[in-house]
């Protein structure tokens, strides 16, 4: 379970968000809307412990990860995984080391099924080899999610995943990604600019305007 | 289109082997086999100049690599006390020239130098000779040149994308983890461009070892031809040097293998904060090596020039500024027109074997010794002139000889490779789609030139200009050589008076050479600067 008190951002004269509360049960789905510079993506990064914000505490599963804006764990030790909007895989890896690396303390035939399990799921079995240049937008999105659930994160982060795609794929890879989230049970927050999108993936949707949060 | 690249190969190809001649006529010398030299050679002086020289390469590649790559990845992904200014005072060490840094080590810590008298006497240690072994002229090195790696892979650091490095974070890696498994592999093709050039100035080195008494390959091409007169064993060792050099590059080229990116995404906020403690430690060791390589020897430097200035300043020194600056801005400008003309983009360049090849030959001179880069010329003048006498002509060795034309053809030769790489890195940032959408617009390949190519690698062609002239400036065997009459410089000077052991006074030219090139690399810095803000 997921909670976020008391979250303030600013940059520096512009308050974007005043004194943001969230809380999520085990397996929540919740949608993160908003205009652009709405401080959603910040606070995502926030949660996630790469950038410190004015104040704001994090609690995880009982475990206090940020305090008063300031990171008291960091990223590596938080058990968080992350879809960028670029997908930012690791270009010199194939699918299988990209998959893999968050489990790189399992032992190789571990880590061999768990990628193949993840695949499967993904619907890219055999695609182990290839390279993220040599896989188009879609695929790379659907690797990167498979990486970011590898190692069985506590808390799912998606920021804006499905931008970059086009408009046909985008609606395809909602519902997949969505019954793949479904499936794992992980909590999940995805932050999108689209509300058409947010509805159709998320069980609660969350409106943020002149820096404050409505939740619908 | 066929005809255009007929122009175009024949261009590229007169001017990159006429930079390339030196290299050839070394290669020309194996028409000449001195057998009873090479029994000599082979059996007596090879097997243990061979294995120092290795020794020595292992031990600079390995020191560089390491030094250079923590470093650039500290400056670039860490964010901790001083960061700022040790980012651009870590290359301040590219303006000591390495036999500059190694008179003033052997001055410190000679069995008489200072540091040693005291450990002696204070102390108690025993005293040792820093001339035993290879540590002292290995650290020595590394310390000149950590900066080439250093500078290729800070540029390459920074253009990772901060997303894959927090993506890697979330994934539950460790600082090292990312550093050894995400962030090294991608520089690797950077800290391998930086290793290669290291691993030649290294070969081509005669001044430090020559100080430290530490016999390598060089030294027996010195020696072929000061202690025997065979210009002809000289060239042939000389040749195989540049086998090595091409060794060398192949291996370089293959390791770097499809990885190119074009991306500016500049990490501009650090992914790693290093708080209290642990960023103070980082904080000392990088400020350590730059006080062991650069401001250390400079204080020692004024130190020693404070007390001989008023013996040693005379009006010569005006001669040695002028002369030094008008050689070194001719053949920075000189080299970095042919490397402009040659790392220019074009369809035909991409696709021939043919001018890949006779490019990469012109870069070769790196790899080359000063002073072998002046025997291939003095012998190809020769020959020319034999070969015109022959036809009843006139010789043109008068002409040439002693003429600042040919030493600026060494220069021009020698450092080839480093305004080349430099002019061609920014060449490779211009993507093939800005040059098709130009032809879709109707532009000539002329106005493509002057309005799309030079623009965008104005900021490489500059700073090779730059390392060119900071190069020539203290280059010291060719200009020793092939100098005219009343042309010495300031790198020469340096040289006649340390080789006598005269470090106080030689410290006053040394300190005006590093000043100047201190000065070059501030501008390279101000460049870079730009030039980041502006892509």
Redo the contacts between chains.
Sequence with gaps: MLSVNNLSIAYQTTQVLNEFDLSLATGDIFALTGDSGSGKSSALRFI???DEVQSGQVILDGKQLSSSGIHKI?????????V???Y?????MNVQKNIA??IHHLSNSEQKVRVEELLLMIGLEGFEKKYPHQLSGGEQQRV?LA??L??SPKLLLLDEPFSSLDKNLQKQLVLQVRDIVKKTNVTSILVTHDKHEATIFADKVGVIENSQLTIS | MEKNCLKSKIWTSVLALLVAMPIFVVALSWLFPERELWVHFSTVLLPSLISATVVLLIGVGLGVTLLGTILAYLVVMVEFPGRRWLEWALFLPFAIPAYVLAFVYLGVFDYSGYAQVWMREVLGLPGFDIRTGSWAVILTFVLVFYPYVYMMARASFKRQKINIIEAGQLLGASPLRVFFKISLPMARPAAAAGLLVTLMETLADFGVVSLFNFDTFTTAIYSAWGDFRSIEIAAQLASLLVLVAFLLIYFEKKARGQAKYYSNDVANKKPYRALGAAGWLISLFVFGVFMLSFAMPMLQLIIWGWTSVGEEWSVKYVDLIISTSVLTTSAALITVGIATILALPSRCKRSSPWIKGVISMATLGYALPGSIMTVGLLYGVNQVSAISVYFGGQSINHIIFGSIALLLFAYVSRFMAIGYSSIKASAEQIKPMFTQNAHLLGASRLRLILKIYLPMMTPGILAGGLLVAVDVMKELPATYLLRPFGWDTLAVQVYELSAEGLFERAAVPALIMVLLGAVLMLILQLLDKKSSKNF
């Design positions: 996630a412990g790469l960091a990223p590596e030790l938080r058990e968080i995984g992350m960028f909007q670029d930012a895989l690791f270009p010199h690396f968050g990167a990486r970011a590898a190692p």
